[in-house]
């Protein structure tokens, strides 16, 4: 039984767990995945945390209606509609431009750095890469987030952005595209 199914087992075969404990411990494993994923759509550790926390209370509220396999999905979901509601309300609209990228990331930070030249040239190159998804219009930052960070499935996105499959597959192509190309134009290279 799934986290989410047992949120919905009636409460007869849970007694002695209250409502809350049963939300703690479907919801807050999940917490630094919505922070992270706010941080990114909202682009201020600040207005991320006032998204996850109206995200948490959402998610506490309509708790009930959690079903299926698993929780990550469904309230980072959650937090992602909270997100774009606070853009709306707090800066006039949120950018719902369309987003997808390759494994830049993985190139660049792999191996042990053996002095601190190397970190800091690890550092810097962390710095672009964060520069470089943060320039991504917010619908391939998303995507791009959730699958290369956060390590969701296709699937997860597609529950997650509410799109099918083969949209978030176009659009972490398109991204990564995007992450290729402006990489290459900073550093004169693929």
């Not at 945390?49 to 009930?64: C, S």
């Not at 190139?107 to 053996?114: E, H, L, N, T």
Request: with cysteine.
């Amino acid at each position: 039984m799934s986290l989410c199914e047992a949120a919905a087992v009636p409460d007869q075969s849970r007694s002695h767990q209250s409502r809350s404990g049963r939300f703690e411990a479907v919801v807050l494993p999940h917490l630094d995945a919505a922070y992270n994923l706010a941080r990114w759509l909202t682009g201020t550790p600040a207005d991320a945390e006032d998204a996850v926390q109206e995200a948490f209370v959402k998610a506490l509220r309509y708790f009930d209606s959690c079903r299926g396999g698993n929780a990550r999905p469904w309230f980072l979901r959650i937090v992602r509609n909270a997100c774009f509601d606070w853009l709306k309300a707090n800066r006039g609209g949120a950018n719902g431009d369309d987003a997808n990228g390759e494994d830049v990331a993985e190139d660049v930070f792999s191996g042990p750095a053996p002095d601190p030249e190397c970190l800091l040239a690890r550092d810097e190159e962390r710095r672009l890469v964060d520069d470089l998804i943060a320039a991504l219009p917010a619908g391939y930052r998303e995507v791009i987030v959730l699958r290369e960070l956060e390590e969701l499935s296709y699937r997860e996105i597609a529950e997650v952005t509410g799109t099918p499959i083969g949209t978030v597959m176009s659009r972490l192509s398109r991204a990564r595209g995007l992450l290729h190309e402006a990489w290459r134009q900073r550093h004169g290279t693929d």
